[in-house]
């Protein structure tokens, strides 16, 4: 799926590779300089390109039974994926279970729904075109911790991670810019920082956007 800044929506879209030039696809190690490239799959004949598109505006569809979030009335509250809701491509709606209240919504729009990781999730971080996809495991954010591993030398698309990021060891504002990503106006993040630890220094929690994680064990 593809997150069009302009509409604040999730698109159905299929994603290309385009590479250095002379590099292969079988060469085993992908430079930094490679692209994506994203044609939006929007029920007609006609077909939408965007190219250069930043790994924050793609991701999986979402799948039954998967972690998130939901946003409802200002907040993001826990849920779970039951299916999806309708079969265009354009807008994506699902079907989920609200945990709080242990009550089903039938239409939710794709764009009010993000990955939801909880302490103890193994994950596969995204470090760059060169190192690939790493195993980490979720780690628990505690309010009184004043120290993080922001990590800005982490690649999104052949470049380090915004700056912003040096203001959200508390808040969420910095989001908006993180990864080469600008969200105008206003709504729900398609994206959050999600606390990882692994081979760090101790003490140290690691926080990346979710945009960067899979599972490692996906449903």
Known sequence: QFFSTTHRRWFDANVSVSLPQGQRRDSGKMAPGLSYNVVLRTGGFKKQLREGVSLCQMRLPLAAGEAVQCYVRGSWRNAIVQKRANAAPIPAIYAVELLDQQVSVASVPAHKLRRRFEAGDRVKLYSGP????????????HAEEQECDLDADLAS???????????????????????????PGSGPLPWTLVPLVGAIHSGHVR?????????????
């Open 130 to 141: 060169a190192a690939g996809w790493e195993p980490w495991l979720v780690g628990q954010r």
């Open 157 to 183: 698309d052949g470049e380090s991670l915004s700056s912003a990021w040096e203001s959200e060891c508390s808040g969420a504002s910095a989001l908006e810019t993180v990864g080469g990503c600008s969200v």
């Open 207 to 219: 926080l990346v956007p979710s945009f960067l994680l899979r599972r490692d064990d996906p449903l």
